[in-house]
């Protein structure tokens, strides 16, 4: 089946910790993204990559490292100095064609304890 | 910068309603707008996409306007459903942001309860 997979589906940081969240797809995108989701707020984007080896800072990309070794990579790392990092993170691909569709994974509940 | 607002934010019908969902959005500069759906700990489904040449879209049951001169989007869900309880959201996609080619911006949503 095509698609975005995310993993793990739920994730335990202990203070001071970092941790990384996988997202992989194999629908051939070439643009992939970040965003979190807190209660009673909208999703924010956080990193976005629009081809192989290249990727921008979104609108909270404080305390969030990325890479994109691979098309169908994009692995987030919530590192230390993410001071609120307990959240719901998504992440979704699209063609790099301004007019195309934008598909989600299942997401990766992030907590710190 | 982009703001987004959903109207209402939460919507209680009882089954085989017909209901309108309402977005709004501050600059008509965007690309495109998709709704989508969301169940509760669980990702976005992708339920329209509008381009800003359109003037609505079509999947079923489901029936999405855009307005893009008065920053406007509605979702027509006809028929409703207990299966159709979830959040929906509302998402148009910037031209002017970096050169992204597709960044979504996103509304709270609207939580939607069919009671059967």
């Known amino acids: 089946d095509g698609g975005i997979t995310q993993s793990p589906k739920y994730l335990f940081r202990k203070e001071g910790q970092n941790v990384t969240l996988s997202c992989e797809q194999n629908?051939?995108?070439?643009?992939m993204y970040w965003y979190r989701q807190d209660p009673g707020q909208g999703l924010r984007l956080i990193y976005y990559s629009q081809i192989v080896n290249d990727f921008q800072k979104g609108d909270i990309a404080e305390g969030y490292s990325v890479s994109r070794e691979k098309k169908e990579s994009f692995p987030l790392t919530v590192t230390s100095a993410q001071k609120n990092p307990t959240a719901f993170y998504l992440c979704?691909?699209?063609?790099?064609?301004?007019?195309?569709?934008?598909?989600f994974g299942q997401g990766t509940r992030l907590t710190v304890v | 910068k982009q703001e987004v607002t959903q109207i209402p934010a939460a919507l209680s019908v009882p089954e085989g309603e017909n209901l309108v969902l309402n977005c709004s959005f501050t600059?008509?500069?965007?690309?495109?707008l998709q709704w989508f759906r969301q169940d509760p700990g669980k990702g976005l489904t992708s339920l329209l996409l509008?381009?800003?040449?359109?003037r609505e879209q079509t999947s079923g049951r489901l029936n999405a306007s855009l307005d893009k001169s008065s920053g406007r989007s509605t979702l027509y869900i006809a028929a409703s459903q207990p299966g159709d309880s979830a959040t929906y959201l509302c998402?148009?996609?910037?031209?002017?942001?970096?050169?992204?080619?597709?960044?979504?911006?996103f509304g709270t949503g609207t939580l939607l309860a069919v009671q059967p």
């Open positions: 509008i381009q800003s040449s359109q």
């Open positions: 629908l051939n995108h070439d643009a």
């Open positions: 998402a148009p996609a910037v031209i002017h942001y970096g050169g992204a080619t597709n960044k979504l911006i």
């Open positions: 600059d008509s500069a965007i690309y495109n």
């Open positions: 979704a691909s699209s063609t790099s064609s301004m007019h195309t569709e934008a598909f």
